[in-house]
């Protein structure tokens, strides 16, 4: 049996990715994210095949964001991007980071994590 295959998406690098107005309500834009990822637990992703336990990592304004069925979301008490590596330590199988930030993006590769840039999950 494979490993289970995790999900890890850098919330405000996503959000603040697209000019939406997302500034305007940080909370909101990251539920809106968060409801837009239900369907990659189920359906998967190119070369990442389902299932997937998606876990949102949210911060500051966002952090009042609860998880619902098909999204752990989990609240970083400090460095989102430090918390970030932590759910990338802690992932039981392989792992798929979420984010355009270069620096984060070297430290979870190191950790032996794949990364995709904020497009892969924005509609």
């Known amino acids: 049996m494979d490993a289970q295959r995790t999900l890890v998406v850098d919330a405000a690098n996503v959000v603040g990715s697209v000019p939406d107005g997302w500034w305007k309500d940080r909370k909101g ?7 837009s ?3 990659y637990g189920s359906e998967g992703l190119p070369g990442w ?7 949102l990592v949210v911060e500051g304004a966002a952090r009042g964001v609860t998880a619902i069925e098909g999204v ?9 991007d430090d918390r970030i590596v932590a759910e990338v330590e802690r992932a039981p ?6 984010t355009a ?22 509609p």
């Open 49 to 55: 095949p389902a299932p997937l336990d998606v876990v």
């Open 72 to 80: 752990r979301v989990v609240a970083a008490a400090g460095s989102g």
């Open 101 to 122: 930030d270069r620096e984060l993006r070297g430290r979870v590769t190191a950790l032996g994590a794949e990364v995709a840039g904020p497009r892969t999950v924005r």
């Open 93 to 98: 199988g392989p792992t798929l980071v979420i």
């Open 29 to 35: 834009a990251a539920e809106r994210l968060r409801d």
């Open 37 to 39: 990822l239900v369907r």
